[in-house]
């Protein structure tokens, strides 16, 4: 692992126990999903790239829009599902035929791989990267300009 991997996976961990509050981002207070990603972005590069409007818990299910995963295309760079590597933000698909609206930061691969998230009820938490979690993955990228 790279010392920038390593830093990010530190920043990411340091989220740990912050409580899922929808909408938010804010270590030690509240973050969702998106917001555990967006306060890494802010660790990284200062501002974030563009304005988060807001959204509601099902995202953009009865639209059918992708909008989660045309921010990330936006903003990061797409890898190839099957190139893991410590620090990609991944994307999943909760449900089969929904749109993709979670995401999460590798922070083990190998014998034991796992991943930071946050998750409803539960905050944010490392979790192993088990089969049931990776058939929901669709989509992997890494944070832009080699900051990882």
Sequence with gaps: MTPQ????????????GTPYVHQFAVKGAGTDCLGLVRGLWRTL??????PVPAYS???SEPQGEER??????????????????????ILFRMRHNAVAKHLG?????????????AYARYGVVE?????PW???????????GGAV
């Design 5 to 16: 991997q390593q830093a990010l996976i530190a920043e990411a961990r340091s989220w740990i």
């Design 45 to 50: 590069y200062g501002a974030e790239p563009e």
């Design 57 to 59: 818990m099902d995202w």
């Design 68 to 89: 989660l995963w045309d921010a990330a295309l936006r903003h990061f760079e797409p890898k190839p599902l099957e190139e893991e590597a410590p620090g990609d933000v």
């Design 105 to 117: 930061v590798v922070a083990n691969v190998g014998a034991h791989p796992s991943f930071i998230h």
């Design 127 to 131: 979790s192993a990267l088990s089969v």
């Design 134 to 144: 990776r058939r929901r993955i669709v989509a992997r990228f890494q944070f832009p």
